[in-house]
């Protein structure tokens, strides 16, 4: 697995997942539940990734919707 953006905006992620689904791209979110120990106040970012295989054609269809992936 390749992680393609990391954020600590819920939004971001949901969106971007959203845009590789539509792909028949299956994102995996890391870190959802860590709310539970950080009390929601969304100090810990969420991490998206994807397979190894589909980094590629993930990357270029959140870049031309103009989604940071640099963000960190």
């Given at each position: 697995m390749k992680e393609l953006l990391r954020s600590?905006?819920?939004t971001i992620i949901a969106f971007a997942?959203?845009?590789?689904?539509?792909?028949?791209?299956e994102p995996f979110v890391m870190?959802?539940?860590?709310?539970i120990l950080e009390g929601?106040?969304?100090l810990f970012p969420?991490?998206?990734?994807?397979a190894d295989e589909l980094e590629y054609r993930a990357r270029l269809i959140l870049r031309?919707?103009?989604l940071d992936l640099t963000e960190r």
């Open positions: 600590t905006d819920p997942s959203a845009l590789l689904r539509a792909e028949d791209i870190d959802v539940n860590m709310s929601g106040i969304g969420r991490r998206l990734l994807v031309d919707n103009d």
